[in-house]
């Protein structure tokens, strides 16, 4: 298997489908701002796969992705280290999607869990479309375009970076065999030095002809531990080593964020389609309102009955925000009866508002400098489509598409 050294490349992508909410927050954009301290971050609008389900009335798409972006910005992805992009405006990952579609089995793609489930679970829109179908390898495209090291996504997309290892392992199968290999492989081995090129020679060998699993490492350290070499130079010797072939494009690995704590107003995990979300731009009357109108532990008919914090969806709520001796002071009252459910729903009130308060007003400023947004978009956008050009190259030289010169 070829564990090529990966880059320092994240990419993640997210769709334009809405207003951002509370769960997006806690559950993806603070991770996505934790990362950008030690990557290089992509993030992307994922326009072209919100249109997988929602073709019939794109609207939304249109109005939420630069909405999309003002939200990230207000809670601190930042643009001065990560690249914000629009997918649809990087014709590359539509060409990178076709020439990957001719490798892909047909059963790879119907075998991915959320085709059948989706299917299965969104009963009022028909997904038995060829873009539905062929969705999750234009997320692989999207991951490949950019040769990321690591895909930070939930559970329900690890699939999704499973079959992008395939595919790009398939690809590299196909396609990592230049006509010049061999002898591109004697030129990068002179470039570490006569001592150096010796002893990948005998990891290589002891490998190859002993399926010697410690050579194969002792031979990729020595590789990631050469300065002179050029990342193409590396990935030759790579896939020399291990008799597989150049590696065109790396394979991914998940980042798997811990599945979001966040509830939504009803107990369940927060979600657009359960609605029973904190929108991002709650105003404070509605964030007041939603809570105080939660449900609570049943048992608690009247002010003067005990409940139980453990059955009372608010509780989940102080579990994300509210400090430990507060909350045994709440969990003490509610079981006495000592505190009424308002009192103790202030509590969130108050951190919510808290949370949001900022956030808001640097939404109000972007808001008020549209210009300038549009102008982090675009430099986005120009630099993704730099990389991606490099990219398609590539791929269209070792694909046969010479054509154009
Ligand atoms: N499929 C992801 C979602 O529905 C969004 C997405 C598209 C993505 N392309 C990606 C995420 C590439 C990570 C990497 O949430
Ligand atoms: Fe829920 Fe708080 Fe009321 Fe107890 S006091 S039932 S935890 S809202």
Known sequence: MNTISQNNRVLSGMRPTGLLHLGHYHGVLKNWIELQHSYECFYFVADWHALTTHYEDPSIIGESTRDMVIDWLAVGVNPGNSTLFVQSRIPEHAELHTLLSMITPLGWLERVPSFKDQQEKIKDRDLATYGFLGYPLLQAADILMYKAGHVPVGEDQ?????????????????????????????????KMGKKNARLYQDARK????????????????????????????????????????????????????????????????????????????????????????????????????????????????????????????????????????????????????????????????????????????????????????????????????????
């Open 158 to 190: 690890v699939a999704h970076v499973e079959l992008t290892r395939e595919v790009a392992r398939r690809f590299n199968h196909f396609y990592g065999r230049e006509a010049d290999f061999e002898k591109k492989v004697e030129a990068a081995k002179k």
């Open 206 to 405: 002891r490998y190859q002809e002993q399926g010697d699993s410690e050579a194969l490492s002792i031979g990729q350290a020595l590789l990631e531990s050469q300065q002179n070499i050029s990342l193409s130079d590396r990935e030759r010797l790579l896939g020399f080593l291990d008799g597989e072939g150049r590696i065109i494009l790396p394979e991914p690995q998940s980042l798997l964020t811990v599945s979001s704590k966040m509830p939504g107003t009803d107990g369940q995990k927060m979600s657009k389609s359960y609605n029973n979300t904190i929108a991002l731009r709650e105003s404070v009357d509605s964030v007041t309102k939603k809570i105080r109108t939660m449900p609570t532990d049943p048992a608690r008919v009247r002010r003067t009955d005990p409940g139980d914090p453990d059955k009372c969806p608010v509780w989940d709520f102080h579990r994300v925000y509210t400090d430990e001796p507060t909350k045994i002071m709440l969990a003490e009252g509610c079981r006495t009866a000592s505190i009424g459910c308002i009192d103790c729903k202030q509590y969130i009130v108050d951190s919510i508002l808290d949370e949001l308060k900022p956030i808001q007003q640097r939404v109000k400023e972007y808001l008020n400098d549209l210009s300038g947004v549009d102008s982090i978009i675009n430099e986005g956008c120009e630099h993704a489509r730099d990389v991606a050009q490099d990219t398609i190259e590539e791929v269209r030289k070792v694909m046969g598409l010479t054509g154009r010169r």
